[in-house]
C-alpha cells in the first residue's frame, strides 16, 4: 500500500481564492480547526484576476442605490434564472462584507469626501463596484490573506485534493491529496469540508483563466455524488486580448468601459448603440452625444443624470455584439474589436484609474492605451453553473460538504454581471464557514476509511505506470480546442452531438496518456489527472448545452436563437454521476415570494428580451 500522510481537522477548505479564505477565516473565528489546501502558491489564486471591482450597494457615488435594486439588478441580468434568496441576501450583505474589508486594512479608491468610492459596470443601474485602481481582486486577496496567516490556519499549498471521502451514510469525511512538488500523498480527516475552488475556464482553448482552473471541485462534487445545475451558462467576457498570440484570452477589465471606453468596428462605428435588447433600451443611451454626456458627468464626479453608454450593457449581449461583427467582417486587424479609452479620458487620467490595463498593453502587445485603441474580443471567463447549494448555508447535495464561489452556482442565474463575482466571494465565503463550522461543533472527528484511501492513493498514481501512450499535454490542447469549436460562445445542436461523441474519445485517450514515471515536479502527471474532471466537466456543460433548446443569458443555440417564455424561462437543469456516466434532468426553480416579485416588476416584454 502506498504510503501516505494523515491529518485531522475539524474544517478543511479546499482553494486558497476570495472563497476560500474567507470561509476559513470565518470558521477560524467560530472556534474550529481550519486548515485551507490550494493547488498553487498561497497569494496566487484567481481571484487576482479580478479587476475592476466589488458590487455592493454602498450608495456612497449615487445615493439612489439599495440592496433592491442591486437584487433587481442581478436577477435581470441573469435572465430570472436565479435563485432569488442567494440573490437578495447577496444584496444585502455585500456591504457589510466590503465595509469588514477595510477593517482588516483593504485600501479601495476612496471619493473626494473620504468614502469608498465606486465605478459604473455593465448591468448595474447606479456605480456599485468598490475597488483599487484596476487590481481590486489582488487588494482582495491581500487583505484575506494577512487576516487568514493571524487566524491560526494551517495551510498546505501547491497540493492538488483528487478524492472527497464519504462514510457509509454519504456524508463528506474528509479527502485525499498529493504535494505537487514531491508527489508525496496526503489523507484528512474532516468534520466538513468546503469547496472553493472556482471555475472550468480551462476547458477552453481561449479563456482568461490560469493554468488551475481545471474544474477540480465541480469534479469532485460530481464524483462523490453532488448535483450541478446550470452548467450551459458559461460568461465568454467581451474582451479579452486578442493579439498577440501568446497573451489571447486574458482579461481585459470592464473598468476600461467602466471608465468610458467605447468599442469601435473597423469602420470607426459604435457598433454597441444597434444591439441593445428590448429589455435594457429604457436604461441605455440611444445616442452618441447622450452618450458622451454621461462620460463628462461621470468624470466631473456627478451623478449621471443620463442614461448609460451601451457599451455598459451586460457581458452576455456585449460578447455576442462584437462576435456578430467579427463574423460579417467588421471585426479589427486580428479578430476582435476595437476598445478605444484614449479618445474618452486624458493620459494621467488612464494611469491613474487603469494602471494595470496600461502596464499589460504596453507590456504585452507593445500597444499605449492613452494613445491609440486596445483590440479584444470574446473569452470564456466563468461559468454560472456549478454545485447545487443550500442558499442559507452554501451545503450542498452531499452532507456535511460545502461550497462557495465560482464552483457553487444560483446566485448568477443565466448570466452574471462585472463585479458580482468578488462580492459573491466575500458573503458566501463567510455564510459557508459559519455554517461549515457551527455544524463541526457537534460532529464526532470521523475516522479515516482505510480502503478508501487505499483506492484514492492508487488512482493518484495510476498514470505513472502507464505505457505506449499519448503525452497528455496533446490530449489537453486537443479536447481544449474541440470545446472551442464545438461548445463555444454560438453553439448548435449538430455540433453539440458532435462534442458530446468526441467527449467518450477523449475520455479514452485521457486513461492511456503517459505522462513519465517521476513524482518529482512532473507537470505531464498533473495534467494526466487534471484531463478526467475537463472530460467530465466538459461532459457537463455539453450535455446542458445540447438540452437547453433557447438561447439566454451567457447559453446562445444559433438553431434557438430567440428566449423561451414557456418551460424555459422557470427550468434548471441538474446533473449529476451514476455508474460513472453523467446524467441530466429538468427541475422547476422556485419563484420569488410576493413581496420580492413585485419589487423585481418583470414583464413579458423583459422576459423576451
Keep these: 500500500m502506498a504510503e501516505y500522510e494523515s491529518y485531522e481537522y475539524d474544517v478543511i477548505v479546499i482553494g486558497a481564492g476570495g472563497a476560500g479564505l474567507r470561509a476559513a477565516i470565518e470558521a477560524a473565528r467560530c472556534g474550529a480547526k481550519t486548515a485551507i489546501i490550494c493547488k498553487s502558491l498561497l497569494g496566487k489564486a484567481h481571484t487576482v484576476m479580478a479587476e475592476g471591482g466589488a458590487a455592493a450597494a454602498l450608495a456612497n457615488a449615487d445615493d439612489r442605490d439599495g440592496w433592491q435594486t442591486h437584487f433587481k439588478d442581478t436577477m435581470k441580468g441573469g435572465k430570472y434564472l436565479n435563485n432569488w434568496r442567494m440573490a437578495q441576501i447577496h444584496a444585502q450583505e455585500a456591504p457589510d462584507r466590503i465595509r469588514e474589508l477595510e477593517q482588516w486594512g483593504a485600501v479601495f479608491d476612496r471619493t473626494p469626501s473620504g468614502l469608498t468610492n465606486q465605478r459604473n459596470f455593465g448591468g448595474h443601474t447606479y456605480p456599485r463596484l468598490a475597488h483599487v485602481g484596476d487590481s481590486t481582486g489582488l487588494e482582495i486577496i491581500r487583505t484575506l490573506q494577512e487576516k487568514g496567516i493571524h487566524s491560526g490556519l494551517d495551510v498546505f499549498m501547491e497540493y492538488t485534493v483528487r478524492h472527497l471521502l464519504l462514510d457509509s451514510d454519504g456524508n463528506c469525511t ?165 476598445l478605444d479609452i484614449a479618445s474618452q479620458r486624458s493620459a494621467e487620467e488612464i494611469k491613474a484609474k487603469l494602471p494595470s490595463m496600461h502596464h499589460q498593453f504596453m507590456e504585452l502587445a507593445g500597444v499605449d492605451i492613452t494613445k491609440e485603441p486596445m483590440e479584444v474580443g470574446p473569452t470564456a471567463h466563468y461559468v454560472m453553473g456549478g454545485v447545487k447549494v443550500d442558499a442559507e448555508s452554501q451545503e450542498t447535495t452531499v452532507p456535511r460538504l460545502y461550497a462557495a464561489g465560482e464552483v457553487a452556482s444560483g446566485l448568477h442565474g443565466a448570466n452574471r454581471l462585472g463585479g458580482n463575482s468578488l462580492s459573491d466571494l466575500i458573503v458566501f465565503g463567510k455564510r459557508a464557514g459559519e455554517h461549515a463550522a457551527n455544524a463541526a461543533s457537534e460532529m464526532e472527528q470521523p475516522s479515516l476509511d482505510e480502503k478508501q484511501v487505499k483506492e484514492a492513493c492508487d488512482a493518484i498514481l495510476e498514470p505513472l505506470s502507464r505505457e505506449d501512450g499519448e503525452n497528455p499535454g496533446i490530449i489537453y490542447e486537443d479536447l481544449r480546442e474541440m470545446m472551442q469549436q464545438k461548445v463555444g460562445i454560438i453553439r448548435n445542436g449538430s455540433e453539440l452531438e458532435e462534442a458530446l461523441n468526441e467527449l467518450e474519445t477523449y475520455a479514452e485517450r485521457s486513461e492511456k496518456a503517459v505522462p513519465g514515471t517521476t513524482k518529482l515536479y512532473n507537470s505531464g502527471w498533473h495534467q494526466a489527472l487534471d484531463l478526467k474532471n475537463m472530460v467530465d466537466v466538459s461532459k457537463a456543460c455539453t450535455l446542458a448545452a445540447l438540452k437547453r433548446t433557447e438561447s439566454r443569458g451567457g447559453h446562445t443555440r444559433e438553431d434557438f436563437p430567440t428566449p423561451d417564455t414557456g418551460k424555459w424561462s422557470h427550468t434548471t ?37
Design 573 to 609: 437543469l441538474v446533473i449529476w454521476m451514476e455508474n460513472g456516466e453523467v446524467k441530466i434532468r429538468e427541475e422547476d426553480i422556485e419563484q420569488p415570494p410576493a413581496e420580492l416579485e413585485k419589487l423585481l416588476d418583470r414583464s413579458k416584454k423583459e422576459e423576451e428580451e
Design 174 to 338: 474528509g479527502c485525499v491529496a498529493y504535494d505537487r512538488v514531491d508527489g508525496g500523498l496526503h489523507a484528512y480527516s474532516a468534520k466538513t469540508t468546503i469547496l472553493a475552488t472556482g471555475g472550468i475556464t480551462r476547458c477552453w482553448s481561449v479563456c482568461s483563466g490560469s493554468w488551475e482552473y481545471t474544474g477540480d471541485g465541480h469534479a469532485l462534487a460530481l464524483w462523490a455524488g453532488a448535483e450541478l445545475i446550470d452548467m450551459e451558462f458559461v460568461q465568454f467576457h467581451p474582451t479579452g486580448m486578442v493579439w498577440p498570440p501568446s497573451v489571447r484570452g486574458i482579461l481585459v477589465t470592464e473598468g476600461v468601459r467602466g471608465e468610458g471606453g467605447v468599442l469601435k468596428n473597423s469602420e470607426g462605428e459604435r457598433f454597441m448603440f444597434d444591439n441593445v435588447p428590448e429589455m435594457f433600451k429604457g436604461d441605455h443611451a440611444e445616442t452618441e452625444e447622450e452618450a458622451l454626456e454621461w462620460v463628462r458627468q461621470v468624470v466631473a464626479g456627478e451623478i449621471a443624470s443620463v442614461r448609460r453608454p451601451p457599451e455598459l450593457l451586460t457581458r452576455d449581449v456585449v460578447a455576442k455584439a462584437i462576435n456578430k461583427e467579427v463574423a460579417e467582417g467588421r471585426g479589427s486587424t486580428h479578430g476582435g474589436a476595437y
